[in-house]
């Protein structure tokens, strides 16, 4: 963070300072919320959660080199008392911001955030420093800690911005106001707190209502209901895509025998050739939003074409390809899923998989309400007309309706198969994978698949692997 007085610091939150015998001493390490991230200088920040509660920390965090804690009650050492953490935390980022000289990027949107995020990040760093949202810390309370991780020789910080409802992204705008507004789609995800994608658009378009008229929204030019938010804006509107209108897109799309993505990318400066380290022809839409980003901030297209090349994947679990020695490629891609990624990720295992057996082991795509069941069963017929060799649903109902619409889909659908668990699925694997066989794994973040493609990757004494 930018050096701060712990004077300075309560005035910005509105807070009492106690047992502080300097209040000139600054903050000059990071903002951190988990204890055992705390160090020289840091501001320790005590949320009160249902298991535990960060003030319980205090003295161990000040022993580590915390200069003090921002919390809701004294705790005997050097703190910042306030009526509500969240809130104090998020005026402090708002602040910080305020200062900072740094160009301020937002991003949302339904699927893809995470990956173009990094990609963003991985393009603009060589343009100058920059600092951005690390994993999927997109809520009220990981942002403002992304933004006050920024130092005085930041020059972009790149922010992705998540919503569970109206309103949640105007929130965060409030606190990083953003220069360059990106929203990548509208599809299903979350649907089912929403209601309908007509409110999922209604709130990711919050984003660029946010943006000054000197700032500039780049839209998915595919995507009719982010194509429309281009009247919800007065900001310059830049698009990307397919469409004949967009002014950053993809031409001789193609993808590689190991199924990563090459295209000749095209923006107003120029034209030059691109083939990803990435997988999935999903991320070619990413790589033309972070084109677009890199565009507006004034990189040449030869300049955008080297950078998204050599970019990888920043975040765990994300189409993590991994090779065991026996020949057999796991793709981890377990850390979500909605209709959108699901589709995605099938597509790219298909790709992957000519020539080779493949197997998706799939499980519930959460909180998508009254169109569960049709999305599920949809999943499932679209894996048999990808030609994957075997199907196997984990879990409970959703997954059963995944395995029923394999079945439904024709006679392939027989190689499908519905198992209980996690350990059903490894144990299942473990029996059947065949040297050369690809493997992927995906749901979403509340069924824990991880742990079938980490139990996969892991060897035991005589060669044999079970789930944690």
């Known amino acids: 963070m930018i050096a701060l007085s712990l004077a300075e610091i309560a005035e910005v939150v509105g807070g009492q300072t106690y047992d502080i015998p300097d209040p000139a001493v600054q903050v000059t390490g990071p903002v951190v919320r988990d204890s055992r991230e705390a160090g020289p200088g840091s501001l320790f920040v005590a ?27 004294p705790v005997g050492v050097p703190a910042i008392v306030v009526d509500d953490v969240q809130t104090a935390l998020g005026a402090l980022a708002r602040h910080v911001v305020r200062r900072l000289g740094a160009t301020l990027v937002a991003l949302t949107g339904s699927a893809g955030k995470t990956s173009t995020k990094d990609l963003i990040a991985q393009v603009l760093q060589r343009k100058a420093p920059t600092v951005f949202t690390p994993g999927s810390l997109n809520n009220e309370i990981g942002l403002p800690l992304t933004a006050l991780s920024a130092t005085d020789e930041t020059r972009f910080l790149v922010l992705e911005m998540g919503a569970r409802g109206i309103g949640h992204i105007a929130y965060l705008t409030g606190l990083t106001p953003p220069k360059i507004g990106l929203v990548l789609n509208v599809g299903s995800a979350h649907i089912g707190e929403f209601g309908g994608r007509e409110q999922i658009a209604q709130a990711k378009g919050e984003l660029v209502e946010a943006l000054p008229e000197d700032g500039t929204a780049i839209l998915n030019a595919d995507d009719p209901y982010v194509r429309a938010m281009a009247s919800r804006t007065k900001a310059k509107v830049l698009l990307f895509g397919e469409s004949d209108e967009a002014d950053v897109s993809a031409e001789n799309v193609r993808l590689t025998d190991t199924g990563q993505p090459a295209f000749r990318l095209h923006t107003p400066s120029g034209a030059s050739d691109v083939t990803m380290r990435l997988y999935g022809e999903h991320h070619v839409s990413n790589a033309l939003a972070a084109a677009a980003v890199a565009h507006e901030l ?57 020539g080779r057996r493949t197997w998706a082991v799939l499980g519930q795509m959460a909180e998508l309400g009254d169109e569960a069941l049709a999305e599920h069963d949809a999943v499932g017929r679209l894996a048999v007309r990808l030609n994957v060799s075997k199907l196997v649903a984990v879990g409970g109902r959703e997954a059963a309706w995944l395995q029923l619409g394999a079945y439904n889909e024709g006679s392939w659908g027989e190689e499908s198969v519905h198992v209980s668990d996690a350990q059903a699925a490894v144990d299942l694997l473990r029996s059947e994978l065949r040297p050369g066989d690809v493997v992927l794994v995906k749901a979403s973040r509340s069924v824990g698949l991880e742990s079938v493609a980490q139990a996969l990757l892991e060897t035991g004494a005589e060669g044999e692997v079970s789930a944690r």
Request: negative net charge; charged residues 25%.
């Open 298 to 354: 004034g990189m040449s297209a030869d300049e955008i074409a080297v950078a998204l090349s050599e970019a990888g994947s920043l975040s765990r679990w994300r189409m993590e390809v991994t090779e065991r020695p026996d020949g057999v490629t796991v793709v981890n891609d377990a850390y979500n899923a909605n209709p959108e990624s699901m589709r995605a990720a099938l597509r790219a295992l298909a790709a992957m998989g000519k």
């Open 47 to 73: 949320f009160a959660g249902e298991r535990v509660d960060g003030h319980d920390f205090a003295a161990a965090v000040v022993e580590a080199g915390a200069v003090a804690v921002l919390g809701t009650r």
